[in-house]
């Protein structure tokens, strides 16, 4: 039987950890996922849990330590935000490079500065290159949702990858929304235990790990580790298939709402997802063929699904919750405009930035957008790369 | 696949590295001449060394052999050249001359 009650997205994703009982996690608190050690070290002062918690001088002793207790054999969680990601920066590569299934729930603060502590996504999306693969939630129900599912993927055989778990700062980290949990019996048997096939702790087999390669061998060596990341598109769909079984909830690298004969779509992630789909139904009632995107899975990067999506659209939306300063744009945007020119979808696209540092996007923010793409499909009306939604000006 | 270390070379393939690099095997060291990396080298002098054995656990890199409680010339596979045994010599028995 579903547990239904109301939790923000914090205490969902210790929630989750509680049910799962991960073996080690070291963490160190930085706004705004301070709550998940402390949740956590809660359940295990209080015996629900025999997680052992490694309180860190910093996130880089954080990462460091999770990739120790990876190695040895043991399921790792932490946790962080914003500049704790920062901190971690060099080893968060090496947790991919030693292809060891850590977990990790971020919790999205924008990057400093200026000096802020909302959301935005500048922080994970600073990472998205560092080989872990990223899930991204739009409420507490799929922070809770994705954390159940993380470790199925991480520890796969064909994948062996560490994995983001996040959701927005504040808005979803500290918002408390009603929720469906699983009870923690049918959460075990999904998750499983955990059996690494090597590990350091194995005193039957020698070992060491991450070596210093030279020229000859890291090339290679990076191969196999995008072709991991490419063969987790296919354990995402899977897990996401018997995890529905058991919850009744799907998921999959994406949500397409209302997309079937959408003439006008937003792509986006995160928490701004139920604002525009709300836009999406008002435009809908006005006969306005809109629709929505929103990404759950940004690592690896389902751009031939998502251009495909997109492949009946007159104008597109695509938007970024962070700013690359390229000067073309946000991450999503130049990764799904690369995607759908290779799908050879035409559509006219523009790239949005939004909510920057927590600034607020209401439904009426959207219904501007879904009226620029029709003004720029329609009217033919040209718009300047890349504006900024709601910006004073 | 997974291969042995020593069937590991320049013309392994991506398919048959191990996950992450990660080495399965002790003293591997044994097959990768590092002493090619020396620009110094340490020369003994064994008429005034006195066997005190000073300079071996000194050495980072264990390259000085110990057989029946004497020590024997360098194993300049492995010696990098770091001149620290130099420096832990009393009887200034070890010096460093240029090149390998």
């Known amino acids: 039987m579903a547990i239904r009650t109301s939790m923000s997205g914090n205490e969902a994703t210790a929630y989750a950890v509680r049910q799962i009982n991960p073996d080690v996690m070291p963490a160190f608190p930085i706004t705004p996922s301070t709550e998940i050690p402390q949740f956590v070290s809660n359940m295990i002062a209080n015996g629900e849990i025999d997680t052992e918690f490694i309180p860190v001088e910093s996130e880089h002793s954080s990462m460091s330590a999770a990739i120790g207790a990876s190695a040895a054999g043991a399921r790792t969680l932490t946790a962080t935000s914003s500049a704790g990601l920062a901190l971690m920066w060099e080893v968060v590569y090496v947790a991919a490079s030693s292809r060891l299934p850590i977990v990790m729930a971020v919790v999205n603060r924008g990057l400093t500065g200026p000096l802020n502590i909302n959301a935005e996504h500048s922080d994970s999306m600073g990472a998205r290159d560092s080989g872990w693969i990223q899930i991204y939630a739009e409420n507490n129900q799929e922070a809770y949702d994705n954390m159940l599912q993380a470790y199925r993927i991480a520890e796969h055989k064909d994948v062996h990858l560490p994995v983001m778990i996040c959701q927005d700062g504040f808005i979803t980290s500290h918002a408390v929304e009603n929720i469906s949990l699983l009870e923690d019996e049918p959460v075990k048997k999904f998750v499983g235990e955990y059996c690494p096939e090597h590990y350091l702790l194995n005193e039957k087999e020698v070992m060491a790990v991450g070596p210093y390669a030279v020229s000859n061998y890291c090339m290679e060596a990076k191969k196999a580790q995008a072709e991991a990341m490419i063969r987790s598109k296919k354990v995402i769909l899977e897990v996401a298939e018997e995890f529905a079984a058991m919850s009744g909830r799907s998921y999959g690298f994406f949500e397409a709402y209302r997309m079937e004969d959408a003439e006008y779509a937003a792509v986006a992630i995160g928490s701004v997802s139920g604002t525009a789909k709300d836009a999406v139904d008002r435009l809908r009632e006005k006969g306005v063929k809109a629709g929505f995107l929103k990404v759950r899975v940004f690592r690896p990067f389902p751009g031939e699904e998502l251009a495909k999506e997109l492949r009946g659209c007159k104008a597109v939306a695509i938007m970024d919750r962070c700013e690359s300063y390229s000067g073309q744009g946000g991450p999503l945007g130049a990764e799904l405009t690369a995607a759908m020119y290779r799908a050879k979808v035409t559509a006219e696209t523009v790239n949005i930035v939004y909510g920057l540092s927590g600034r607020d996007v209401r439904v009426e923010d959207m219904e501007k957008v879904y009226g620029d793409l029709r003004e720029m499909a329609e009217e033919g009306k040209t718009f300047k790369q890349y504006p900024y939604l709601g910006l004073r000006e | ?100």
């Open chain 2, 1 to 100: 696949m997974e291969l042995k270390a020593e069937q590991i070379n320049e013309e392994t393939k991506w398919q048959d590295l191990t996950e992450g690099l990660k080495i399965f095997e002790p003293a591997t060291s044994r097959l990768f001449e590092t002493g090619e990396w020396r620009t110094q080298t340490p020369v003994w002098e064994e008429e005034k060394c006195r066997q005190c054995l000073f300079c071996v656990p000194y050495c980072p890199d264990s390259c000085i052999p110990v057989k029946d409680k004497r020590r024997g010339d360098f194993d300049f596979i492995h010696c990098k050249g770091c001149g620290i045994c130099e420096k832990a010599c009393p009887f200034g028995a070890i010096s460093m001359k240029e090149g390998k």
